[in-house]
């Protein structure tokens, strides 16, 4: 994977979040993808495109209740580091929670 791939990807996700269609969702990841929801507990993680895409369309976020940068921090073959902000705004002025991301990533 080359940098400008891997910042394409983490733009794709970012729509597929924001539109939550299941095809968009799906194109992300490989068949036998394993997708952590957070840093802890197996309740938190999906396995395989189909059930990655059941868990998304489960917990959806309404579209302008969040926003997302994401950045590639590095690459190193088929593996990368991204970093970024999730925003989640309590008003259209005031963000309500404020996460700090750093995604660990394998391409198939």
Same mark, same amino acid.
Request: aromatic content about 14%.
């Given at each position: 994977?080359?940098?400008? @791939?891997?910042?394409?990807?983490? =733009?794709? $996700?970012? @729509?597929?979040?924001?539109?939550?269609?299941?095809?968009?969702?799906?194109?992300?990841?490989? =068949?036998?993808?394993? $997708? &952590?929801?957070?840093?802890? !507990?197996?309740?938190?993680? /999906?396995? !395989?495109?189909?059930?990655?895409?059941?868990?998304?369309?489960?917990?959806?976020?309404?579209?302008?209740?969040? @926003?997302? &940068? $994401?950045?590639?921090?590095?690459?190193? !073959?088929?593996?990368?580091?991204?970093? !970024?902000?999730? #925003? $989640?705004? #309590?008003? #259209?002025?005031?963000?309500?929670?404020?996460? &700090?991301?750093?995604?660990?990533?394998?391409? /198939?």
């Amino acid at each position: 994977m080359e940098r400008e @791939e891997v910042q394409e990807w983490l =733009d794709r $996700y970012i @729509e597929a979040w924001r539109r939550n269609e299941k095809e968009l969702i799906a194109a992300l990841f490989s =068949d036998n993808a394993v $997708y &952590h929801f957070a840093p802890w !507990g197996a309740e938190h993680t /999906a396995t !395989g495109v189909e059930e990655i895409v059941a868990a998304w369309m489960d917990d959806q976020d309404e579209p302008d209740s969040w @926003e997302a &940068h $994401y950045t590639v921090f590095t690459v190193d !073959g088929d593996r990368a580091v991204a970093t !970024g902000t999730s #925003e $989640y705004f #309590e008003s #259209e002025t005031r963000a309500a929670e404020v996460f &700090h991301n750093c995604y660990l990533m394998r391409f /198939a």
